[in-house]
């Protein structure tokens, strides 16, 4: 009786420890996030934004030891030797001279000998070195200009994502509930067939349409999970994890498009109208173009650095060489400067110099390239802003028509007043319209985020929220 009392008691813990970790574990599969938390956590998991970071700690260090070579370096050096029985009897004269001579000469080879010195090195002139520290200096802006532009463009790739995840779910809402209104439409219609009131192409007429919907459901599904795939990679989740998302635009975003919304054409186009240098201190990308072009230069430059004479100096101070690693009390010092002058060098230096020139000029036309294309993305973008705004109060009147017209030809049909072809073009209207609608609102915020992105303001799109919120 007590054993089969302790083992349901065992099961019934077991069953209950079992359903606590069933739950944390769903509830570590599903993350719900808003907009700011997304972009958030993006900031802080996106691979590539980590690497762009690490990138620019690198350049730092690296522009920190360019200026250490600058710097003298002291080693301690220590040698073994050791001849062979038929080497040393050669070398050891002393071995042929008489006693008493013989111990008057100091020993100077030995069989097995050691000898030991500290060395000093330091450059007092080297061009090389000079234009190494400019260099790393260039190089650590751009890994810090690349790791912004990495940060910004992660930020708006999270911002436009989220709202095609958000258009999708919309369009498929309203995809679903068509699809549903042509399945009642074309059971009805099978009813209307069997009562004799209705033709085979009248019903099939209806089949059609509702084939048609579902198949655009299957495709807005399709596209739903591509985005949403894409939203996850973005954040670094696993594959594994469900996402929601709150099913509107983020209030912050929404603020910025009725803003944008509400400014004159003439505005708009005065937001763009930025010289050279406001567009490249705005734009990230533009930026990090800019300093790749200074790096350019500094190697260019480094490049006739290697026509230029270079001295140093070195200091030795050692110990005699003898037959124990014991440091003796002859310690000889030795001090010299070394001028290295290149005189000819096959012409190395000269195609160097070519090639560095070529890549500063290329990377000159890149950069001016780049600028004048973010010049015309911008005015496309404004382009597309203009439109769309206009668009938008057309989509929501025409749905706002398309929607009455539908329920008047709705109330008509079900009198037998008007056909079925009737019937179905009012109601593929209003679906033209509504996702018209939505479209165009989904569409006229990702227009200005893009435009924000391109001008450097897209952190004003999102508040940042503490890690610990958005786990």
């Given at each position: ?13 077991f069953t209950v420890l079992a359903a ?50 600058l710097m003298p370096s002291v080693s ?20 042929y001279l008489p006693e008493p001579l ?370």
């Open positions: 009786m007590l054993l089969f009392k302790y083992n349901t008691v065992r099961r019934m813990l606590v970790f069933v739950q944390r574990a769903e509830a570590q599969e599903q993350i719900i996030l808003s907009l700011d938390q997304a972009v958030s956590r993006a900031v802080s998991k996106n691979s590539q934004v980590r690497a762009s970071m690490f990138l620019a700690k690198q350049a730092e260090w690296d522009k920190a030891n360019a200026w250490l070579q301690f050096n220590t040698r073994l030797t050791w001849i062979d029985d038929e080497t040393y009897a050669l070398r050891d004269f002393r071995r013989k111990n008057e000469i100091p020993q100077t080879v030995f069989q097995t000998s050691y000898i030991s010195s500290f060395d000093a090195t330091m450059p007092l002139f080297n061009p090389a070195l000079f234009n190494n520290i400019a260099m790393a200096d260039a190089g650590a802006e751009m890994a810090r200009k690349n790791s912004e532009s990495a940060r910004e463009n992660i930020i708006f790739q999270v911002i436009s994502t989220y709202l095609n995840v958000l258009k999708s779910r919309a369009v498929l809402g309203l995809q679903q509930e068509y699809l549903e209104l042509s399945r009642k439409n074309y059971d009805k219609s099978m009813r209307l067939k069997q009562a004799g009131r209705y033709s085979k192409t009248e019903a099939l007429r209806w089949k059609v349409d509702m084939e048609q919907q579902r198949s655009v459901v299957v495709t807005n599904e399709s596209m739903l999970r591509s985005h949403t795939t894409v939203l996850k990679r973005l954040l670094n989740l696993d594959m594994e994890h469900t996402v929601s998302l709150k099913p509107q635009v983020p209030e912050q975003l929404a603020a910025e498009t009725a803003r944008i919304e509400a400014m004159s054409e003439q505005e708009l186009l005065g937001m763009i109208r930025l010289s050279k240098q406001d567009l490249v201190k705005a734009n990230a990308a533009l930026a990090a173009a800019r300093a790749n072009t200074r790096t350019s230069k500094y190697v260019y430059r480094n490049s006739y650095a290697r026509y230029l004479p270079s001295v140093s100096a070195s200091y030795s101070y050692g110990w005699r060489e003898n037959d124990t690693p014991e440091l003796d009390d002859y310690s000889p010092q030795t001090f010299m400067l070394t001028l290295n002058i290149p005189v000819f060098t096959g012409f190395q230096n000269l195609t160097s110099v070519k090639s560095s020139q070529n890549a500063y000029r290329a990377s000159q036309e890149q950069f001016n390239d780049q600028v004048q294309n973010t010049r015309y993305i911008l005015t496309e973008s404004v382009n597309r802003i203009l439109n769309l705004r206009t668009q938008k109060a057309l989509a929501h009147t025409n749905a706002e028509f398309n929607r009455n017209n539908y329920r008047v030809v709705e109330q008509q049909w079900e009198k037998g007043r008007v056909s079925n072809i009737d019937y179905i073009d009012a109601k593929l209207n209003l679906q033209n319209a509504a996702l018209n609608a939505v479209h165009t609102d989904y569409d006229l915020a990702a227009a200005v985020a893009e435009l924000y992105y391109l001008l450097g303001r897209v952190q004003s799109l999102y508040i940042p929220v503490k890690r610990a919120s958005y786990k």
